[in-house]
């Protein structure tokens, strides 16, 4: 819950993300089981499939179409679709953006759909951009890593059980001012195509969508913030990410 710029703390309130989620769903096994993808234009738009394509902006839109297979997908699809999309399975060596943001309601068979509890005064999709800002800031890479399960190699599954226990920033304790910022500083980069995780860090060519990332989150926490110190913290840690990151994908 803190961060530390130079001597500045810079206090974050957390909670788990269990805590102002309404559900996070389906699947891909009850996807599976409920809808079947088509090739023609339908009212269940889907993100189908979890390629690096799919994950280089953190801005994402549907790719294909489901049909229901029965009554209870036509449920499911009301109770489940949404706009945030958090990853099944990450594969390191390759991904870009961690959680996705969709401008309309989708369903997906990798990535589950999370849906917010709302929030008096701060439009949905405002808490949804303001989540999905953290969760691809260094700071929420970091959190999944420290989270995470992996199954073979670098491969890392989260299951919602996992997704629920994660620390997040408490939305309901940002204010409204704080989380219109957090989403106006998430529109300022999410069409903007990220570099591979283990070269977003990279000293001798620091992604500059990586950066930009995370000043805006913590100008939006703090407005008085200077940047060139600001600056100098975040190429500090991101020096030693880069080193953590090369000693695991390629070990000596």
Request: proline share 6%.
């Amino acid at each position: 819950g803190v961060i530390g710029i130079g001597e500045r703390l810079m206090r974050v309130p957390m909670t788990r993300l269990g805590s102002i989620v309404q559900a996070i769903g389906v699947d891909s096994p009850v996807f599976h089981e409920l809808f079947k993808k088509v090739d023609r234009r339908t009212p269940y738009p889907l993100v189908y499939g979890g390629g690096e394509g799919v994950r280089t902006r953190m801005l994402v839109e549907s790719n294909a179409y489901a049909e229901p297979k029965d009554e209870r997908g036509v449920e499911a699809f009301s109770r489940f679709s949404g706009r945030l999309l958090l990853p099944d399975r990450i594969w390191w060596d390759t991904a870009r953006a961690l959680a996705l943001y969709s401008p309309e309601p989708v369903l997906s068979n990798v990535f589950y759909v999370a849906r917010l509890r709302p929030l008096e005064g701060v439009s949905i999709e405002g808490l949804e951009k303001a989540l999905a800002l953290w969760l691809n800031t260094t700071w929420g890479l970091l959190t999944v890593l420290v989270n995470r399960e992996e199954t073979k190699g670098r491969w890392t599954r989260l299951k919602k059980s996992h997704w629920r226990l994660l620390p997040v920033p408490d939305l309901r304790a940002l204010g409204p001012g704080t989380l219109a910022r957090l989403a106006h500083a998430f529109d300022l980069v999410c069409r903007k195509t990220l570099a591979r995780i283990p070269q977003q860090f990279d000293p001798e060519r620091i992604d500059p969508v990586r950066l930009e990332a995370d000043k805006g989150f913590l100008r939006a926490l703090d407005q008085a913030l200077d940047d060139a110190e600001a600056e100098d913290h975040i190429l500090g840690l991101y020096r030693r990410v880069h080193r953590a990151l090369v000693s695991w994908i390629r070990p000596a």
